[in-house]
């Protein structure tokens, strides 16, 4: 018999609803449950391509008898993060403070005033590695709870307190200047792997909004350093495993060093993420693999990714059916020489096997290796061959069980997949690809916005869900909304990032210091108000609504939304210097104020005026780090960067703008390409 999350929306949940566990989803009622019983609460928080989340519900949610234990002394809570994601942060920083590190499944015992007591993440079903087992913790809870209750109440309200004392140390409220930038830079270079690209040891995540900073630094000042960390970084991942050699697009992380072993899940923000570098990678050096790459990671978030109703779902599933019923991690991309064998035929599949690097040992588990590109520049391969071969292996591959997909349509996680579909689009004539997000962003108007331009966070199948969205649904939002603006020259775009803007700055954020919360301020009262300013998987709300704020004043000379940005960035300030790998997207936004950022008006007698497309895509292809672009008729009302904009002498013109002051207009492709790489 089905639990109460049968009637949910979010997929991680319905997973669960056929659990003996008698679960509640997140609400008010199940902690008054807890309050008429007069028993603990069990918050369980993951998401739906967790794999290690699936190996604790097979074991513990589905076996009976942890089930009724369960039932019988706690009312069992289960959360999807990514449809909570302020629940999540507000109880992985208790988990974080109290173990000194976190992940995903969260397990964490409240007590039913929602405080909590005793931390954990995974739980075996028997003791192992230094481990207890999941039912000696739910005993050792329960007795605690029972036999010490005075003491369990005491430590949730000192961890409630010490939580409320955590308060970020904000800085001033000044941008970051030159200085900053530089010891962030400084930073960056003593933490980079020159061996392999990236920062850090394993397990190595791919540095989306870093890569974003040194692009842009290195648009800014010329420092070569910063350019060859990106460009190498890039290249590893792009010849890694942790790309999908075969149908394009990005695993969330390698488990090693060298980029070879991916977790294989496929989530949509580090794929929008990547997208966007690649392309920033390829307008500022013309690599043909960053253009190969960005290219063939839009194609697979529209191939795989896209749901019915033109929006983009969360993820594919790290597991799969191995063909025996197993759910086995990466079983859908990985190969033995045998398999080549099978597929392409003796030559071949020996060809296949030294190109992608297949060895009979293999890489991965059981003999099977994840598929790669060695650097072998030195090989010469017959290209027609390699596309042959790489075509006939997807084919067979597009034959096994495929992993799981999270339909539902997060708010944030389209925005950045808009702006990065519609850039990639512009730069490489992809009209198909600017046509893909501007059917998500009509999506997000119609399903996610409300009358009070108030944004839901997500959605599936039509269906808007119940959570209100965070900072940064509207940040993101704004981010997609005002890179289709400028690609598309529809003002409306612009319109409508202004007014999630607007709710950033009367809902979310600090009157008195100009700091940012994650969730509104008349949002649901958790134990604390989360507030976060630095880059986890994603940019954070935080730093995402600077860069948002920025480039929204930037195409129409607001004030207070210039102000506001340069106050938010206050926290870059203190934290660029000192953990520059984890404020990335706070460090290109601080590029940006450097740069101005440049304001580009585009005016020609119509959009498909061949003059006025080849000044469009060359003002969009600038590397000034944050140029906003507008491109319309003269006189025309749809953005305000193109009033009193004439043309010269009847020909399509360029302006360019930064910090009050305007070069002379131009009607020249190369001097508009100058000004704006200059």
Known sequence: MPNRLAHETSPYLLQHADNPVDWWPWSAEAF?????????????????????????????????????????????VKVDREERPDVDAVYMEAVQAATGQGGWPMTVFLTPEAEPFYFGTYFPPAPRQGMPSFRQVLQGVHQAWDERRDEVTEVAGKIVRDLAGREISYGDARTPGEEELAQALLGLTREYDPQRGGFGGAPKFPPSMVLEFLLRHHARTGAEGALQMASDTCERMARGGIYDQLGGGFARYSVDRDWVVPHFEKMLYDNALLCRVYAHLWRATGSELARRVALETADFMVRELRTNEGGFASALDADSDDGTGRHVEGVYYVWTPE?????????????????????????????????????????????????????????????????????????????LAIAALAETGAYFDRPDLVEAAVAAADLLVRLHLDEQARLTRTSKDGHAGANAGVLEDYADVAEGFLALASVTGEGVWLEFAGFLVDHVLVRFTDPESGSLYDTAADAEQLIRRPQDPTDNAAPSGWTAAANALLAYAAHTGS??????????LGVVKALGPRVPRFIGWGLAAAEAVLDGPREVAVVGPSLDHEGTKTLHRTALLGTAPGAVVAVGAPESDEFPLLADRSLVGGEPTAYVCRNFTCDAPTTEVDRLRAVLND
């Open 339 to 415: 398999q080549l064998r099978e597929v392409l035929g003796e030559q071949d599949a020996e060809l296949a096997a030294q190109y992608f690097g297949v060895t009979e040992e293999g890489t991965f588990e059981e003999g099977a290796s994840v598929l790669q590109l060695p650097q072998q520049q030195d090989v010469l391969v017959d290209a027609g061959k390699i596309a042959s071969v790489r075509e006939r292996l997807l084919a067979a591959r597009s034959e096994r069980p495929a992993p799981g997909r999270d339909d539902k349509v997060v708010a944030a996680w389209n925005g």
């Open 32 to 76: 008054e449950e807890a309050r008429k019983r007069n028993v603990p609460v069990l918050l369980s928080v993951g998401y739906s391509s967790c794999h290690w989340c699936h190996v604790m519900a097979h074991e513990s949610f589905e076996d009976q008898q942890t089930a009724e234990y369960l039932n019988a002394h706690y009312v069992s």
């Open 559 to 568: 004030e207070p939304h210039r102000t506001a940005a340069e106050r938010a």
